[in-house]
């Protein structure tokens, strides 16, 4: 949970000034599955690599906050997990439908991206506060 939270608030802070600035910070050649002319199993040149390292960074550091071990892990918790996943889950299925029928052109691939975000988020916000909850009925 340390690792996720620590990671995750200079990994926010390199997704916000690069979405804001819109500019490439990290750029070099890679090797690239398909490249936008269309060429398979190339290598892209001048590739933007700083938008990869906070994508990842981001995605890992809510990873590791949203699969991170409780001190006491037991049923009740378990229970507590797998209904804040089916809620951040219905929240997701919900946001896609939304974008699916209301976004389209590019603004939807960039909605479908930020799905993923979206429901490690959800999961995170709603288990941290059921903890919270459970935790304040038994003082």
């Keep these: 949970m340390k690792i996720g939270m620590w990671t995750f608030i200079p990994f926010l802070i390199l997704c916000v000034a690069e979405l804001s600035a819109h500019e490439s910070v990290l750029e070099a050649s890679v090797p690239a599955l398909i490249n936008s002319t269309g060429e398979w199993f190339s290598m892209a040149e001048h590739e933007n690599l700083s938008g990869e390292c906070w994508m990842i960074g981001l995605f890992l550091s809510l990873l590791f906050m949203a699969l991170s071990k409780e001190k006491t892990e037991d049923e009740m918790l378990l229970q507590i997990r797998l209904h804040a996943m089916l809620f951040a889950l219905w929240i997701t299925a919900a946001v896609f439908v939304f974008g699916t029928l209301f976004i389209f052109g590019v603004d939807y691939a960039i909605c479908l991206w930020a799905i993923l975000y ?22």
């Design 118 to 139: 979206i429901f490690l988020g959800i999961f995170i916000l709603k288990f941290r506060y059921e903890l919270y909850k459970l935790k304040q009925t038994e003082k």
